[in-house]
């Protein structure tokens, strides 16, 4: 990211912390329903819309974490460039093992967490999809956030059902 004059942190405040706990919560349940499932079962597409475990993982991977955060909150100009199009995250080649799959959500949530720790919660993002979004809807880190806790949640839910009709295993949410 290149010097401007947009906030930036080296301790994140109390809210950005906040936000980062709940949101690692989801990450967590993305990565715990899906425990014990062979790679067979992890790209086995249970809904009619044919999606499985593991393209939704690496959509959370590429869609999600690298794109809000290293994308539009700190306009990384070389991730803006290598963004896939469509629905190419949801798309994992039958060559590419689920362990690798797995590994590189965990990295972009790294990657993801560095960004976040270095940003203040009122900070604007840095680019804006305006060609995906038309005019920005989210104008904050903040925001931005809480639309991923919101977006991490709501596949974490896909996550359960199919994990369900897999095997029958369900996540108990306690916290």
């Excluded at 906040?18 to 499932?37: E, K, M, P, T, Y």
């Excluded at 991730?79 to 959500?105: F, K, Q, T």
């Amino acid at each position: 990211m290149k010097e401007d004059s947009r906030a930036t942190t080296t301790t994140p405040d109390s809210e950005v912390s906040a936000l980062l706990r709940v949101l690692d919560g989801q990450r967590r349940h993305v990565l715990g329903i899906l425990d014990g499932l062979d790679a067979e079962a992890l790209r086995r597409p249970v809904l009619p819309s044919g999606w499985h475990c593991l393209g939704l993982v690496q959509h959370l991977a590429l869609d999600v974490e690298r794109f809000w955060f290293q994308a539009v909150v700190a306009g990384d100009e070389e991730i803006i460039l290598g963004l896939p199009s469509g629905d190419e995250a949801w798309n994992v080649p039958p060559e590419v093992p689920a362990v690798d799959v797995l590994d590189r959500y965990r990295q972009e949530a790294e990657l993801a967490d560095t960004v976040i720790t270095g940003t203040a919660a009122g900070t604007a993002p840095a680019w804006w999809p305006h060609d995906l979004f038309g005019e920005p809807h989210l104008h904050t880190l903040r925001d931005v956030l809480l639309h991923v806790i919101t977006e991490t949640a709501c596949h974490a839910g896909h996550l359960d059902a199919a994990r369900e009709l897999i095997d029958g295993r369900r996540w108990l949410v306690l916290t």
